[in-house]
């Protein structure tokens, strides 16, 4: 059983730009989160997708979109960068929907970390 | 709304001495909770988790917490620190809406 991937591990980037970043979920899960967390602190929850559908959003502004792939994959996208965008970029794949709620968990990868200049 | 508060960011210990990670949660419902553990440069990864039934929860490497309803605590604590223990451990809740929210971490440094 693999585990979630997510890539590019390291990246920088100026403000006004835009990046694209990648996950791959783990093997019979369905649903996929994003979590920003920045130096010092716990991951904060961007958003999650189930079956190809945004499905929970926390408190980001719209430049942070994403999309699921009918292989459950998904991509992370932050448009118009800014300097407090630097942070490690978690993404979890989890059962999700359609399974029992308390036997959820979430599987991470080891992140991207993007780095705003 | 549920949420998570970890007491402490940063906990030193002795080598072999007793581990103790706070957590409390705000819930008006019963909560899922669960421990993260992180080390440098990697994701998170599950210790432990709390449903439903029996209060202590034993996870990974030797970990184990309490759910505390009375108290609205899920304290983490391991009776012997080892070296590799060192990371940075977060509490986290699930809500009905099928969404984790984490605290925002404690710090373990382990002295030799």
């Known amino acids: 059983e693999t585990g979630v991937t997510q890539s590019p591990t390291h990246l920088i980037k100026t403000r006004g730009q835009q990046v694209t970043l990648r996950c791959s979920s783990q093997?019979?899960?369905?649903?996929v989160s994003w979590y920003q967390q920045a130096l010092g602190q716990g991951p904060q929850f961007i958003f999650q997708?189930?079956?190809?559908?945004?499905?929970g959003r926390g408190n980001f502004p719209p430049r942070f979109s994403g999309l699921q792939f009918p292989n459950y994959s998904s991509e992370l996208n932050v448009n118009a960068l800014e300097l407090d965008d630097s942070a490690l970029y978690l993404c979890?794949?989890?059962?999700?929907?359609?399974?029992?709620?308390?036997?959820?968990?979430?599987?991470f990868g080891a992140g991207s970390r993007l780095t705003v200049l | 709304a549920q949420s998570v508060t970890q007491l402490g960011s940063h906990v030193s210990v002795s080598e072999g001495a007793l581990v103790l990670l706070r957590c409390n949660y705000s819930?008006?419902?019963?909560?899922?909770l669960f421990w993260y553990v992180q080390y440098p440069n990697q994701g998170l990864q599950l210790l432990l988790k709390?449903?439903?039934?029996?209060?202590l929860v034993k996870g990974i490497n030797g970990f184990e917490a309490e759910f505390k309803k009375s108290e609205t605590s899920f304290h983490l604590t391991k009776p012997s620190a080892h070296m590799s223990d060192a990371a940075e451990y977060f509490c986290?809740?699930?809500?009905?809406?099928?969404?984790?929210?984490f605290g925002t971490g404690t710090s373990l440094t382990v002295i030799p």
């Open positions: 979890a794949s989890s059962a999700g929907q359609g399974a029992n709620l308390g036997a959820n968990v979430l599987t």
């Open positions: 093997s019979g899960h369905n649903t």
């Open positions: 997708y189930y079956r190809e559908e945004e499905n």
């Open positions: 819930s008006s419902v019963p909560p899922y």
């Open positions: 709390y449903t439903t039934g029996a209060t």
């Open positions: 986290a809740c699930l809500n009905t809406g099928n969404q984790f929210y």
